[in-house]
């Protein structure tokens, strides 16, 4: 089994600010990496594919990139409404695993 | 697209139930479809994936062999039957619809063994 680990936990924010979060893959896992935003009580959202293929609707601020093990989500100039979890997941073989979460919090 | 799950609730430890998830808006047959949980105050555990024509499953290590996915092309139906439940089974669990990442995904179905 893959094990995805995300870094930090925990970002604490301003609105306006740039943000990068982490993920490294225990193995490589080529480029099949996705993201994830989730609120609470809602249902999580695909924001990236393919390490950086911005799903359909997704905001321009969002990329993604990174190959084998080592990946990078960057949320460009930080809205209000992103103050949200992200996750990472794997979609090389099976089984699938996610990154344990990243908090992006208001400073 | 829309995924509706039901079939949540309270079960006893040792309990069973099944998930059902209806869908809508695309062409079910067509794609694989995943099942995906939430405990509480913990991250996304992905658990099941079935291919579309089924012929093939896969499962989270930390399900396999008591977590069944399972679905019904005619009615636009899967279904997750949970069986020797217990505690750590308890969370909010989601219906994904596969393209092959996690594109579409209900609102999730909660269930909570306790006794």
């Known amino acids: 089994e893959t094990v995805m680990t995300q870094s930090p936990a925990t970002l604490s924010v301003s609105p306006g600010e740039r943000v990068t979060l982490s993920c490294r893959a225990s193995q490589s896992v080529n480029n099949n990496v996705a993201w994830y935003q989730h609120k609470p009580g809602q249902a999580p959202r695909l924001l990236i594919y393919?390490?950086?293929t911005g799903a359909t609707g997704i905001p321009a601020r969002f990329s993604g990139s990174g190959s084998g093990t080592e990946f990078t989500l960057t949320i460009n100039s930080l809205q209000s409404e992103d103050f949200a979890v992200y996750y990472c997941q794997h979609n090389n073989g099976w089984p699938w695993t996610f990154g344990q979460g990243t908090r992006v919090e208001i400073k | 697209v829309q995924l509706v799950e039901s079939g949540g609730g309270v079960v006893q430890p040792g309990g069973s139930l099944r998930l059902s998830c209806a869908a809508s808006g695309f062409n079910f047959s067509s794609y694989g479809m995943h099942w995906v949980r939430q405990a509480p105050g913990k991250g996304l555990e992905w658990l099941a994936f079935?291919?579309?024509?089924?012929?093939?499953?896969f499962y989270a290590d930390s399900v396999k062999g008591r977590l069944t996915i399972s679905r019904d092309d005619s009615k636009n139906t899967l279904f997750l039957q949970m069986s020797s439940l217990t505690a750590e089974d308890t969370g909010v669990y989601f219906c994904?619809?596969?393209?092959?990442?996690?594109?579409?995904w209900g609102q999730g179905a909660l269930v909570t063994v306790s006794s």
């Open positions: 393919a390490a950086s």
């Open positions: 079935i291919q579309s024509d089924e012929k093939n499953k």
């Open positions: 994904v619809k596969d393209m092959p990442v996690l594109d579409y």
